[in-house]
């Protein structure tokens, strides 16, 4: 079965997800690590690219993009093409470095966002790369130290994370922290990084509860929101083809 295009807009919110071809490592030592942040600074404000969180993983990454002018495929090309070729080059190995094709989700901004960002910073974590949250605020390699004012990472967007806390920085912070700490215990979340229908439902309890009710709601595979919300997405991508 074919695989469907990307649905990207200017302003829109994307989950972008990237492995390591089988699984491989792609990051093996803090000169990678902070070669590619340098790389994706750089790419981020080139193309006014907007970014909320993020973490690296030795054998991927996350991101929280919300796209400027510049469509995500273009962004996610530059970044992957460019540190792949410094990576082999470094190595001097040949062939792909990442999967031939990354994930990227479009997501329901006022119901995701913040879940999103707390999902993407708990990674560290989940990964045991840090053993707490206390640790996690000093890590290099992830956006949560950005947000606690630990890590400095200026093209990291941190005031629209922290103003749905609270207008005043400490106060902001401090339940900032308070809700991600609420998020520890909730593991890894298929809801977020799943397909379609079951991961916009919650899972397949919400699946069998909206059937129960008979409430059906439109999906897709590319799209993290309810069912008005994929509507309007897809009803707006299928214009824009055709415009095209």
Not at 3 to 32: C, N, P, Q, Y
Not at 87 to 94: G, I, Q
Not at 199 to 227: F, H, M, P, T
Request: aromatic share 10%; net charge positive.
């Amino acid at each position: 079965m074919p695989r469907k295009s990307r649905i990207d807009a200017a302003g829109a919110l994307h989950h972008v997800m990237v492995r390591g071809i089988e699984r491989r490592t792609v990051f093996r030592s803090d000169a990678d690590r902070n070669h590619f942040l340098e790389r994706l600074g750089e790419i981020l404000r080139e193309t006014k690219t907007t970014c909320y969180a993020w973490s690296l993983i030795p054998n991927h990454f996350h991101l929280l993009l919300r796209t400027g002018p510049v469509p995500i495929s273009t962004v996610m090309r530059r970044l992957l093409t460019g540190y792949a070729l410094w990576y082999n080059r470094r190595y001097r190995r040949h062939g792909h470095l990442f999967q031939n094709r990354f994930k990227s989700i479009l997501c329901q901004e006022d119901s995701y966002l913040l879940e999103l960002v707390r999902y993407i910073h708990l990674n560290p974590i989940r990964a045991g790369l840090v053993g707490d949250l206390d640790e996690l605020g000093g890590y290099a390699y992830c956006g949560h130290g950005v947000v606690m004012g630990k890590v400095k990472k200026p093209w990291q967007d941190t005031g629209s994370v922290l103003g749905m806390f609270g207008e005043k920085l400490g106060a902001a912070r401090r339940a900032y922290r308070a809700f991600v700490e609420e998020g520890i215990a909730q593991g890894k979340r298929q809801d977020l990084t799943g397909g379609g229908l079951l991961r916009s439902a919650g899972g397949w309890e919400g699946v069998k509860a909206l059937r129960e009710e008979k409430v059906y709601q439109r999906n897709d595979e590319r799209i993290l929101g309810d069912g008005d919300f994929v509507g309007r997405v897809l009803a707006s991508a299928e214009e824009a083809m055709e415009k095209r």
